[in-house]
């Protein structure tokens, strides 16, 4: 994997709301998607991963989306809950390990 | 299965002083690979270690080293310590990369919970 950039840095919204954050990488060999997710003071977790054979993959609140001919994927979460509040962030893998985005502090209002 | 480890948990040294950190990966997962974490700086990519080998380099300067035993357990050392230093420092687990036939390809990554270091 080459870089990957992630957007928005910060996005704050209202419980019960959607959030979406996005993903761009360059390198065409890329084809491993994993997000992960940080909550305060505790290690990154794996919440959902896709690999570049399908475009779309869900787990209950939680999908992402791939599009590989613009080189970008998306986080989706629905219904946000205050617990939904962490910083999360995306990977793209073409080689033997990923390259992390510089993470999005997600902030769900209650 | 026990997740990744790490220890020690907390750290403080002063400038100047070295110090080793350890992780031990998941049972049968022979790759390891460390990160540094500062606030507002994502995770900073130091080097991935499969079976004994550094296979993997980011960009850090030499005063960061590592290794690998044969269990998979993996040792990060840093020299000179500097105050910039100070950061979480993650290790990371997978199996690997390397399919039946020989193909790469990127496997799951598990954290550790980090070892906090401040220098002084």
């Known amino acids: 994997g080459e870089n990957v950039e992630q957007h928005p840095s910060t996005l704050s919204v209202q419980e019960g709301d959607s959030a979406v954050i996005k993903c761009t990488y360059s390198d065409s060999a890329s084809n491993y998607f994993p997000w992960y997710k940080q909550e305060l003071g505790k290690r990154p977790q794996l919440i959902i991963d896709?690999?570049?054979?399908?475009g779309e993959k869900k787990d209950q609140r939680i999908a992402v989306t791939l599009n590989k001919t613009a080189k970008h994927f998306s986080l989706h979460i629905t219904e946000t809950q205050p617990e939904d509040s962490a910083v999360y962030f995306c990977a793209e893998g073409g080689s033997y390990i990923p390259t992390f985005g510089r993470g999005t502090s997600l902030i769900v209002h209650p | 299965k026990a997740g990744v480890t790490q220890t020690p948990r907390y750290l403080i040294k002063t400038r100047g002083q070295q110090v080793t950190l350890s992780c031990s990966p998941i049972s049968g997962h022979r790759s390891v690979s460390w990160y540094q974490q500062t606030p507002g700086q994502g995770l900073q990519f130091l080097f991935e270690?499969?079976?004994?080998?550094?296979?993997n380099k980011g960009n850090f300067p030499g005063r960061f080293s590592g290794r690998q035993f044969s269990n998979s357990r993996s040792e990060m050392n840093v020299s000179t310590l500097e105050l910039g230093d100070s950061a979480l420092y993650l290790c990371?687990?997978?199996?690997?990369?390397?399919?039946?036939?020989?193909?790469?390809?990127?496997?799951?990554?598990?954290f550790g919970p980090g070892t906090r270091l401040t220098v002084l």
């Open positions: 896709i690999r570049s054979n399908v």
């Open positions: 990371a687990s997978s199996r690997g990369g390397i399919g039946t036939s020989g193909r790469v390809f990127t496997d799951t990554q598990y």
């Open positions: 270690y499969f079976s004994e080998t550094q296979r």
